[in-house]
């Protein structure tokens, strides 16, 4: 459907995370395909939720899933494009390796909860944004209140300066924005952090070893 999809309109098509069987075992995947609707690249979800938070929320997913282990990126026309899904926007560095890659859009298909959705969610796609300084695009399932997941929602788009540019409440909606490529070079050039990094620091040694 996403490949006949992507095809009839002439798009590159990111579909949402779906569970996907591979030799045995169970894996949370996004599939991307071109406009000739061909599936181009397949992320599957690198770091599985594991978390307790008293009283809210507790979720094991590493008892049902299996993580992936590789990074996903595809090229377009018009830039580079990462993926992760989910709980993969939390850790920094794999939206740092992206745009280390020339990554001017990452998109996370999610689905935050009711706990830390409204704590986390648009705090950690403005994060990302201005750290790499590019365009995070997330995207959540509406809501349903009688699911035993109930999605926060909240599809949303923050651009290279950490500005929310669309965005969408918990119901169900078509979130558009342009990406402006422009502008990307624009923020980078304003604000060099990336040639003003300093790696000859950031590595941890610790106290006493020889290295
Ligand atoms: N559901 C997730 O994978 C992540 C999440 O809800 C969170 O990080 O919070």
Known sequence: MLQASARENNVYLIGGSIPEEDGGKL???????????????KHRKIHLFDIDVPGK??????????????????????????????????????????????????????AFNMTTGPAHWELLQRARAIDNQLY??????????KATYIAWGHSTVANPWGEVTATTEHEEKIVYCDIDLDYVDQVRNQIPIRSQKRNDLYEVHEKGSDS
């Open 136 to 145: 995070v695009a997330t995207v959540s399932p509406a809501r349903d209140d």
């Open 27 to 41: 894996y949370n995947t996004c599939t991307v395909y071109n406009p000739d609707g061909n599936l181009i690249a």
């Open 57 to 110: 929320i507790k979720f094991q997913e590493s008892e049902t899933l299996s993580p992936g282990n590789s990074l996903t990126l595809f090229d377009t026309p018009y830039c580079k494009i990462g993926i992760g899904i989910c709980y993969d926007i939390r850790f920094a560095e794999i939206a740092q390796l992206y745009a280390k890659k020339d990554c001017k859009l990452l998109v996370y298909p999610g």
